[in-house]
């Protein structure tokens, strides 16, 4: 059974502020939660509607009913299991490779989904202007499938941080390079912008490689794409070389 103080510290978590001061965040479903099981994250307690999980001490595990499993859930409609996680401490920066950088990304979809991209194209570091939605988001947790925990995520004064990089710095326009004609190297900076704005104008002023994704469409009436897709097709272009 989940008590009644249990039930209103992890719905106080879909709220950074209460994140934030609990040091807390959770995920739902079997294969995020065995991700980071599997992973640094420090389990502080796993609820589930069936007896699994075996490899958990039952000190840190209750068996609740679905009636329960609905009051703690963030989803419309519930898994079968919600695992309460310890927030790790941001860990260094890796300046080295790839970097993708985010510039205000509001949605947890698109923030969680472009994590995930990161993983897949070998990406180690991500990294959040202040104004980017929260990594620990139960919607971006949720949307990562468990690539949360193999990339790096840092939020930083984002502009401070390109000014200074030796890194070269690439951004993505409407009037840039055909990026399918670039030659692109190993290492760098690839800013995505908002979603309704693009790139700052602060941010679009230290940047000195314009990419742009042409459009193959015989009207050419599509404004622009969504940033999880176009963080796709760059990351692909700059893996292909």
Known sequence: MVSKNQIKLITSLQQKKYR???KLFFTEGVKGINELLESNFELE????TLN???EVPSAR???IQE???KKISALATPNTCLAVFKMPAEKPII???LIVALDAIRDPGNLGTILRLCDWFGVKQ???SKETVDIYNPKVVQATMGSIARVNVNYIELAAFVAETKLP???TFMDGENIYKSVLPKEGIVIMGNEANGVSAVLEKLIKNRLTIPRFGDLQKTESLNVATATAIVLSEFCRG
Request: proline letters at 0%; glycine letters at 8%.
């Open 67 to 69: 009636n329960d499993l």
């Open 169 to 171: 710095v690439f951004g």
């Open 61 to 63: 595990k209750t068996i």
């Open 20 to 22: 934030i001061a609990n």
């Open 95 to 97: 300046e080295t490779g």
């Open 126 to 128: 991500l990294l959040c």
């Open 52 to 54: 699994d999980f075996e």
């Open 45 to 48: 307690h796993l609820y589930t």
